[in-house]
């Protein structure tokens, strides 16, 4: 019996504390397969500020395997500098060839090494973890994958063990690479933060244990209210700090994405000028867009006066994959008030942390449909979660929990 739409049938949870709910869960089938993807050596790319670059690359190993997956709905988590998804065994082989192809393109176009692997979830069921998800209703257009019980922890550590490369990762030559990356798109300028700052969060609670974990999220979650007041007081996206960018250098990402330039059979020269088209297509596109989205101009079914309030809905910018992940938008007193009390948490051995700062946030967006299926990933500038990841290991070092 085919397991192909087991998440596309599953219940959507719409309060995003329901995620502290084990019951809301329910374990991924063992023929499943899980994917990882990042990128090696991502922390020294983001310190040299090539952090867009980066979150580039972890946004085209999802919409590479969207792509795809097609109609049929799959589970993902962009994670800045990589991300994980889970498959059907019907997608397998197609699967490795999308990979090799976003592995190839992160290194000839921006020359960024992107680990790929692909873990069976028998196989962490074998070493007595389990994946166990649920999916949270973002918008009508965005449906987000939601992991507790630290399976997908497990099988991210066997991607990243150098032990395990000849198992788990996906090889060279192992087949024929063919990535579509359509639907990725890169043309909003950074936006700056409506209370001054931009913080990235990382949260883990040290315990395994299901019941006093889900009590130490909501513990947090509370608290980030508390500091940080309702959703529309901290979402990172101010809908008057959007806004379209018309930098070459900047667009010329998406450019790279679409034709990359030593890719396949066709001339250097052939791609450079496609990838040149492609830039003044996008210009266009751009120029048209900022135009009927400020005039609010409507275009058949499409009302672009209402664009921005789509584009608002469907962000991903609060996720939970073993791990609470969130950007938001404060002040300084607010991300100190906060820092205290997870420091305090931290001291006291129930949790581990890191927070990055920024001024501004960073938007990657996969757009398959105007005026419907869309998810816009966000991220702090200046290396948002990635360097959230770096202070957090610094403690879990400190607690021995690597």
Known sequence: ??????????????????????????????????????????????????YKEVNLIGACSIVAILNIAKNLEVPFVFGGDGASLLIPPSLLPQAKQALLGTKILAKQEFQLDLRVGI?????????????????????????????????????????????????????DRECEPEADFSGLECRWQDIPSQRGEIVSILVLATTTEEKKANQIYR????????????????????????????????LMYEAKVRFPKRWGSE???GNWLQQQWYLSKI?????????LMNFKIKVSEMDWGEYKEIFLDATDYKKFDDILR???????????????????????????????????AIVTCLVFERNGRQVHFVDGADGGYALAAKAMKKRMQVLKLE
């Open 283 to 291: 210009k266009l596109e751009n120029y048209l867009g900022a135009f």
């Open 219 to 250: 513990q947090v979650l509370d608290k980030f209210s508390e500091i940080y007041g309702k959703e529309i007081d901290f979402h990172p996206i101010p809908l008057a700090n959007l806004k379209l960018t018309f930098d070459e250098r900047k």
């Open 1 to 50: 019996m085919s397991t192909d739409k087991f998440y596309s049938e599953l219940p959507v949870l719409t309060d995003f504390l329901e995620i502290t709910n084990s019951s809301n869960y329910v374990s991924v089938p063992p023929d499943w397969q899980v994917i990882v993807t990042d990128i090696i050596g991502s922390t020294k790319a983001i310190e040299s500020g090539r």
């Open 119 to 171: 873990v069976p979830v028998s196989a962490v069921n074998k070493n007595a973890y389990n994946i166990k998800i649920a999916k949270f209703k973002v918008s009508e257009n965005y449906h987000q994958a939601v992991f507790n019980s630290y399976g997908l922890t497990h099988a991210t550590d066997l991607v990243k063990n150098p032990a395990y490369a000849d198992i788990y990762l996906v090889k």
């Open 267 to 269: 001339s250097p020269v």
């Open 326 to 360: 969130m950007v938001i938008a404060g002040n300084s007193k607010q991300r100190q008030q906060l820092a205290d009390y997870l420091e305090t948490q931290y001291q006291q051995g129930k949790l581990v942390y890191g927070l990055h700062s920024s001024d501004r």
